[in-house]
């Protein structure tokens, strides 16, 4: 059974920062492309960070700069570090993961497993 949990959302204030995490069972994210998703009311959901399975990494030009994809191969973690955070910023967090390796890492329709999501609040 394969399970993605996230962790270390929470409300804060904009120009603060957040580490959240994913951790993973059921998988060993080594073998797999990881990324992270957030939806925010009434949005699509939409890709902001991936990384391979060599760490290379991509970002939503909306957070480039400000915004970074990790992973730990020994813990099975996966970790997004955001700093600058701003209100646009506010949304569902989502951890997915991709066995295929097939497909644009912004895509969810690439990813075979997700997490339940964590929420982060920017206030102004």
């Known amino acids: 059974q394969v399970q993605l949990v996230e962790s270390g959302g929470g409300s804060v204030q904009a120009g603060g920062s957040l580490r959240l995490s994913c951790g993973a069972s059921?998988?060993?994210?080594?073998?797999?492309?990881m990324a992270w998703f957030r939806q925010a009311p009434g949005k699509e959901r939409e890709g902001v960070a991936g990384?391979?399975?060599?760490?290379?990494?991509a970002a939503a030009s909306s957070v480039k700069g400000r915004f970074t994809i990790s992973k730990d191969n020994a813990k099975n973690t996966l970790y997004l570090q955001m700093n600058s955070l701003k209100p646009e910023d506010t949304a569902m967090y989502y951890c997915?993961?991709?066995?295929?390796?097939?497909?644009?890492?912004?895509?969810?329709?690439?990813?075979?497993?997700w997490g339940q999501g964590t929420q982060v609040t920017v206030h102004s």
């Open positions: 997915a993961a991709d066995g295929l390796l097939r497909g644009y890492w912004g895509s969810s329709s690439t990813y075979n497993y």
């Open positions: 990384i391979g399975r060599n760490a290379g990494t």
């Open positions: 059921g998988i060993t994210i080594s073998e797999y492309r």
